[in-house]
């Protein structure tokens, strides 16, 4: 799937099958950034090929790296790599461009970037970003649309992060790894990309230490050499298909499950109505019996309930008679997904970061626009339960982060056609 204009779905069939689960695009993101701190190639093998990755792979490029594909095996060769600019273009495209900020300064000592903005599920700021690598003695000058930032040599520290933040985290690490000295990293997120990366750096002969725990240490080293690592199995796809087999009450087989990454989704899961067992590696979710709302669920960092599955869930929800509320606690104004499942017949109340769900209202196709990634997919799941055909605009966002999701709904018998 790319360059999509329309999926149209007519709702209504039970999914039942067997399906595999791409690369996590959180996890590939910043190993991609990692890999720019080794001159040399490295390797991503099993990389989802979706626009995040080609947005990447385009600044890299435009860094100064070669990068090609074999299959979904990513290649990048970062022997050259000296530019030190990325444009707002990129950075408005994808605001986790950021992370390879630091990256730039450890490689090339200065690094400026376009100030990411504001995004459509929250101010998203990156002030505990400049925050971590101001400590590792980084100059920062903020300058209209502009950050740039340089620093002659690295210099580990003892940092305390004001919260939890997945890419602040990443970043720190991302910085440290080649900072001279110790730096030890408080109140870190524990999110399991974080430790995917760590796994990566250490492949590349970084010396991490902590990582899925609040306090993450790092010792700086020389060099990085050669990264290889296959990616992991993406847990919020892996999530939004569990959600497809429950929307629908069908009953699916997960090949290749991320391993011990679902926890707080899977108890949510249940709470439903839902059952699941492991079954020689395979995941095995049974739908079928789903029917129950669940009073309150709030997402949190990790191991909370995922923000990203935040969507996801609320489609269900709208499914299952009686009075659901979601608490959203990570992003500010998530629930733009909200107001089109409406106009599909959901009954949704948001208040500030509340959303109340009355489930079990009939639910009927129509035209409804995604305007971000996990809302975008939990448009396709409201579809998939409702009587008729649904048609959903705005698909490039939601080719963001999902490889194959038409494909994969119709091997599970699902009917969808896209132009
Ligand atoms: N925050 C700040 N200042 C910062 C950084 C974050 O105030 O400098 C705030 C954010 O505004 C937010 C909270 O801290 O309210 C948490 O944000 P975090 O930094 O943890 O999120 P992120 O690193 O920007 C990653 C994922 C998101 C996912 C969040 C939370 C990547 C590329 N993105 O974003 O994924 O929702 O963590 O788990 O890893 C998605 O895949 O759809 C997606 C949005």
């Keep these: 799937m790319n360059g999509l204009k329309h999926i149209y779905i007519e709702g209504g069939k039970q999914l039942f099958g067997t399906v595999s689960i791409q690369g996590s695009k959180n996890a590939v993101l910043p190993m991609m950034a990692a890999s720019f701190l080794h001159k040399g190639i490295s390797v991503l093998k099993g990389c989802p090929k979706i626009a995040d990755v080609f947005c990447m792979e385009e600044i890299l490029r435009e860094l100064g790296a070669k990068t090609w594909w074999e299959g979904h095996d990513l290649y990048l060769d970062c022997s050259t790599g000296e530019g030190t600019e990325i444009s707002t273009v990129y950075t408005g495209k994808m605001r986790s461009s950021v992370i390879l900020l630091g990256a730039m300064i ?176 395979k995941l095995i979710i049974d739908g079928r019996t789903v029917g129950k709302s669940v009073p309150f669920t709030e997402t949190e960092v990790y191991p909370g309930f995922p923000t990203d599955l935040q969507s996801p869930l609320m489609a269900v929800l709208t499914t299952v008679p009686g009075k659901s509320c979601i608490r959203e606690k990570i992003f500010e104004d998530r629930y733009k997904a909200a107001v089109q499942m409406k106009r599909m017949g959901a009954h949704i109340t948001v208040k500030g970061r509340d959303a109340f769900i009355e489930g079990g209202f009939p639910l009927r196709g129509c035209t409804v626009k995604a305007e971000e990634l996990r809302g975008g997919a939990a448009l396709i799941l409201e579809a998939l339960a409702c009587e008729g055909i649904s048609c959903i605009e705005g698909c490039s966002f939601i080719e963001r982060g999902y490889e194959h999701i038409c494909e994969d709904l119709k091997a599970l018998g699902g009917i969808l056609t896209e132009d």
Aim: aromatic share 6%; proline share 5%.
């Design 106 to 281: 450890a490689r090339n000592g200065k690094g400026k970037i376009g100030y990411p903005g504001g995004c459509v599920i929250g101010q998203r700021p990156i002030d505990f970003h400049l925050y971590v690598l101001r400590c590792l003695g980084v100059d920062i000058r903020e300058e209209g649309e502009f950050v740039e930032a340089s620093c002659e040599k690295l210099q580990g520290s003892e940092i305390f992060f004001p919260a939890r933040s997945v890419g602040a985290t990443e970043q720190g690490i991302l910085t440290a790894v080649l900072a001279k000295g110790i730096t030890v990293l408080k109140n870190c997120a524990r999110e399991p990309e974080i430790i995917w990366l760590c796994r990566y750096l250490r492949k590349m002969g970084a010396k991490i230490s902590g990582e899925g725990n609040p306090c993450i240490v790092v010792e700086g080293v020389e060099s990085l050499g050669r990264g290889e690592i296959q990616v992991p199995p993406d847990r919020i796809v892996a999530g939004t298909y569990i959600c497809a087999a429950a929307i629908t009450r069908g009953r699916i087989e997960i090949e290749n499950p991320p391993e011990n990454e679902l926890g707080a989704f899977l108890e949510v899961y249940g709470k439903m109505g839902g059952q699941y067992k492991q079954n020689s590696g």
